[in-house]
């Protein structure tokens, strides 16, 4: 599975930006997939992941309301909208995925198989 992300950038606090993830190869039903950030000097976060059976939604608490994890299975396609950004999400941003059961999927990194590049986010 190959994961290209897309749509970072720069935006002043309370704007918006949205990310998008094409994912290819030997993608399928039953993975969960998120996105995950790092700002410098912090651990990876899971910020949103969602399966693709659409029975598992997460989100980060510092991200309710103002983040939107969406997929387009037929795209092979993860999205998130987030609105309302604050420059404590000042972050790279990266898409992961993992074959797994809706009920197994979590927010740990450790647990994700696939990862993308990775596209900044900064907010100022």
């Known amino acids: 599975v190959q994961l290209v992300e897309s749509g970072g950038g720069s935006v002043q606090a309370g704007g918006s930006l949205a990310l998008s993830c094409a994912a290819s190869?030997?993608?399928?039903?039953?993975?969960?997939m998120g996105w995950f950030r790092q700002a410098l000097g912090k651990q990876r976060e899971g910020v949103a992941i969602?399966?693709?059976?659409?029975?598992?939604?997460y989100y980060l608490d510092s991200v309710k309301d103002r983040f939107t994890i969406s997929q387009d299975n037929d795209k092979k396609t993860l999205y998130v909208q987030m609105n309302s950004l604050k420059p404590e999400d000042t972050a790279m941003y990266y898409c992961?995925?993992?074959?797994?059961?809706?009920?197994?999927?979590?927010?740990?990194?450790?647990?994700?198989?696939?990862w993308g590049q990775g596209t900044q986010v900064t907010v100022s």
């Open positions: 190869g030997a993608f399928g039903s039953g993975m969960c």
């Open positions: 969602i399966h693709t059976s659409g029975r598992f939604i």
């Open positions: 992961a995925a993992r074959f797994g059961t809706w009920y197994s999927c979590g927010n740990s990194a450790d647990a994700y198989t696939y």
